[in-house]
């Protein structure tokens, strides 16, 4: 009989995407479930955005093959947005390169940079994705804690303690802020020492940065330390600070050899985005400072309101100090299992949450509310709750 690859017996299918299909399910027994579940902004892109496609679509001239490594548009827009926003300089030629979304980075940057067998440092909790490519890919995964009482930042004498076995291989060390799913904020200090660990022990450092416009008026880039194109890499993404999570558009920022190690990977896998995503693209990163407060800060916070309410009666505990898309509660100690609230919360009061163990063993004890729905939809949701519970 046919058997799938070894590597498949590494990973399951992904939670939201095996998880999702229980919804739709639901959804046509007619149970209406309201989900609170995926960090897919529910708003439009700005007005020009959207304009700037369809001009772009309509010309007969546009929809040939573009070039890999991106538009001159594109990367001088997304060199300009750094430039803008962090006061980080980027080469728009050299030393920024547009992705089909950081999950595609990550499968460029790990080919490009990580053999098989060798390791990758990825946090406790974290995006799941960081886990399972590596796995894929044959990389060994060696995780390092991210603990609340540590403000969800890494904990160093870990880290040393890990790279400094006499097996270690660490090649690339995953890191994510502002993080998710706790909301732990960027700290200069952390970024900072991130790219000292990096230079002492001669490896990568990746930061995934899409939600510092989140809840968030500070902006801050692992590459606003001095050194830090030498030995990191940052991705950025549009899908959560431009409302453009379908288009799939993302950068990944570096210096111009390691930039030219990844092109070398993603030039034999894909072959350029669409020519008016790629000029919609750049017109977006055009958004005014009135745009990303009304869409980025004002709407989420109301929306953070009703969040923080939902937490309160599910008997949860959680920072308001919190940045990004989601809200991240630890679950009373009276709840043995934190599936079994949120599975009573989806089959009794019809709310999709998100169980925290998805994201690693130091998640087990909480839940994760996304703020990607209308109001009026977290207000029937917390109605729900409280009538259920």
């Known amino acids: 009989m046919i058997q799938p690859a070894e590597r498949l017996s590494l990973v399951q299918e992904y939670y939201f995407s095996r998880k999702l299909k229980e919804v739709a399910q639901l959804n046509a027994e007619g149970k209406d479930i309201i989900s609170l579940a995926i960090g897919s902004p529910d708003m439009p892109p700005s007005e020009q955005t959207i304009e700037k496609l369809c001009e772009v679509a309509r010309r007969p001239d546009a929809h040939g093959y573009q070039p890999t ?6 990367r001088e827009a997304m060199a300009r947005f750094y430039q803008r926003w962090y006061g980080v300089d980027l080469d728009a030629k050299s030393e920024v390169l547009p992705l089909i979304g950081s999950k595609e980075g990550i499968l460029h940057v790990t080919l490009a940079f990580v053999n098989p067998g060798d390791e990758v440092l990825v946090p406790n909790p974290g995006y799941p994705t960081y886990t399972s490519l590596s796995k894929i890919l044959g990389a060994k995964v060696v995780n390092y804690d991210l603990r609340e009482d540590n403000g969800w930042q890494p904990d160093f004498e870990q880290l040393e303690q890990i790279v400094s076995r006499k097996e270690s291989r660490c090649k690339l060390l995953w890191t994510n ?3 998710m799913p706790t909301g732990g904020r960027a700290r200069m200090e952390t970024y900072e020492r991130l790219v000292n660990f990096a230079q002492k022990h001669g490896l990568v450092v990746v930061n995934d940065n899409p939600y510092s416009f989140i809840l968030s008026e500070e902006h801050l880039s692992i590459l606003q330390v001095a050194g830090a194109k030498e030995c990191c890499i940052e991705f950025n ?3 959560k600070s431009h409302n453009m999570p379908g288009w799939r558009v993302g950068l ?9 190690w990844i092109l070398k990977v993603q030039s034999n896998i894909e072959s350029g985005t669409f020519r008016g995503i790629q000029l919609a693209a750049a017109e977006a990163y055009n958004n005014d400072e009135a745009w990303h407060r009304e869409y980025n800060i004002e709407t989420y916070a109301r929306r953070r309101q009703w969040a923080e309410r939902i ?14 898309m989601f809200l991240w509660g630890k679950i009373p100690e ?9 599975e009573r919360v989806l089959h009794e009061a019809r709310v ?12 087990e004890r909480y839940i994760r509310i996304s703020l990607c729905a209308k109001e009026e939809k977290l207000e029937e949701a917390l109605e729900r709750i409280k009538n259920t519970l």
């Open 69 to 74: 490594q991106g538009t001159p548009e594109l």
């Open 334 to 342: 009276s709840v043995k299992n934190v599936e079994d609230l949120t």
């Open 311 to 324: 937490m309160d009666a599910l008997g949860c505990r959680y920072d308001k100090r919190q940045v990004g």
């Open 237 to 239: 993404s549009m899908s």
């Open 252 to 260: 990944c920022a570096s210096n111009p050899t390691f930039i030219s």
């Open 352 to 363: 999709f949450i998100t169980p925290g163990f998805i994201f690693g063993t130091n998640g």
């Open 177 to 179: 802020y502002p993080n």
